[in-house]
């Protein structure tokens, strides 16, 4: 059985954060999977100190490298680390977040199925008191369950819980490398394999625990910066032929605000959505913000 197991390339982008990087590794090393069918990537972003003394105590838990780049973003960060693959399939996740022991098998069970697929799984938000990471995470499960209910089909995986066939992901081209911040690479890398006529997978058993902790200040900034990717999102969707990205309907986003209440107890529902309500006015000034420092002056 082991034996007939694909074998996968984890790739992990980090910068700066040795601490999260390190609970990271720790949470692959006791993934439950044949050590010889994986390897892990760790592609450090130019970061300010070297991550060789993170990484180091894990090289005999598992085949281990890392790579060191110049400062450009984790969507490079991620073609970096899928350059230097050899795995039949890539997995990416981020240095803060902590895979399941399950991870990979569930992955793999997936890819049994659908082989030329993508295949997403499900995050969950390990701070269960940091409100604002917890609209975050309901946000992201929100348009997971809407697209699959709108339109039948999964339209949207994040990064920190992705995979795909290498082949495929090099044929596409990666993702973006113009995206110099997290803020909508994966939106767009999904977009273009849907408009490639290629299928997603979602994967709801491959579990990922996200810690990313947020104050107002930075959820704010977050959001910002997805509304920010969201212009290049349909800039780009205007040079394919797949039709110009649709406006969601104001029952969308009313639905959206409901959506905390029920799946949340009580009083972190009602702390959740009005935080959610704020993430889509910061989206929103995000995206004018940089279309109008986008926009060419008149001569």
């Avoid at 999260?20 to 590794?25: W, Y």
């Avoid at 693959?85 to 569930?106: I, M, N, R, V």
């Avoid at 797949?242 to 209440?261: D, T």
Wanted: proline share 6%.
């Amino acid at each position: 059985m082991k034996e007939t197991l694909p074998s996968f390339s984890l790739v992990v982008p980090t910068y700066g954060r040795p601490c999260k990087l390190r609970a990271c590794l720790q949470a692959l090393s006791a993934v439950d999977y044949p050590r010889g069918r994986f390897e892990v990537i760790v592609v450090d972003d130019g970061s300010p100190s070297s991550m060789e003394s993170v990484v180091a105590p894990f090289r005999e838990r598992m085949t281990l490298a890392l790579v060191r780049q110049e400062h450009s973003g984790p969507a490079t960060a991620r073609n970096t680390g899928a350059t230097n693959a050899k795995g039949t399939f890539l997995a990416f996740t981020d240095d803060d977040c902590l895979p399941a022991p399950s991870w990979l098998k569930e992955l793999a069970k997936r890819f049994a199925e659908a082989p030329e697929d993508m295949v997403g799984g499900r995050t969950i938000n390990a701070l269960i008191d940091n409100y604002y990471s917890a609209a975050s995470q309901e946000l992201i499960s929100y348009l997971y369950d809407y697209y699959a209910s709108a339109y039948g089909e999964p339209r949207l995986f994040t990064s920190n819980n992705l995979a795909i066939p290498a082949g495929r992901f090099r044929e596409i081209g990666g993702f973006d490398a113009g995206f110099a911040l997290a803020a909508g690479e994966d939106r767009e890398l999904c977009d273009r394999w849907l408009c490639g006529g290629l299928k997603m997978t979602y994967a709801p058993n491959a579990v990922v625990h996200h810690t990313h902790a947020l104050n107002l200040r930075s959820f704010w900034r977050q959001h910002f910066n997805y509304g920010r990717g969201a212009l290049r999102c349909h800039q780009l969707r205007d040079t394919r032929s797949c039709g110009r990205m649709k406006v969601e309907p104001l029952s969308f986003y009313l639905n959206m605000l409901r959506y905390p209440f029920s799946r949340l107890p009580g009083r972190q529902a009602l702390l959740v959505a009005p935080l959610i309500a704020i993430s889509q006015s910061a989206n929103a000034a995000g995206f004018f913000w940089e279309k109008g420092k986008r926009r060419i002056p008149e001569t």
